[in-house]
């Protein structure tokens, strides 16, 4: 059974910085790809950066040059580093994990909450 655990959310400060980590249990970690997600308050649910079991990484428009996600394959752990945050970064953020980026299984954990300040 698959279980993702975030973690690392709070609240900072426009232009701040935090760094989410998302740990997997019940997986082969290292042949998953793994995604991050956020959902606003009032918004739907959205992708926000994807890694593959390779390396390869994918990000929305709205973070690129801001987020950066990667991969600790022995700590079963996937990071986001989210950097300059801004207000409209304010969300509940999710991990997934599947063979695939798109093509996730398990359900969605609880999430962290993260909530920027002007």
Not at 5 to 28: D, F, M, P
Not at 75 to 100: F, H, I, W
Request: include cysteine; aromatic fraction near 8%; glycine fraction near 12%.
């Amino acid at each position: 059974q698959v279980q993702l655990v975030e973690s690392g959310g709070g609240l900072v400060q426009a232009g701040g910085s935090l760094r989410l980590s998302c740990t997997a249990s019940g997986i082969i970690f290292s042949i998953n790809a793994m995604g991050w997600y956020r959902q606003a308050p009032g918004k739907q649910r959205e992708l926000v950066a994807t890694i593959t079991s390779t390396g390869s990484t994918n990000y929305a428009d709205s973070v690129k040059g801001r987020f950066t996600i990667s991969r600790d394959n022995a700590k079963k752990t996937v990071y986001l580093q989210m950097n300059s945050l801004k207000p409209e970064d304010t969300a509940v953020y999710y991990c997934r994990s599947g063979l695939r980026p798109g093509q996730w299984s398990g359900s969605w954990g609880q999430g962290t909450q993260v909530t920027v300040s002007s």
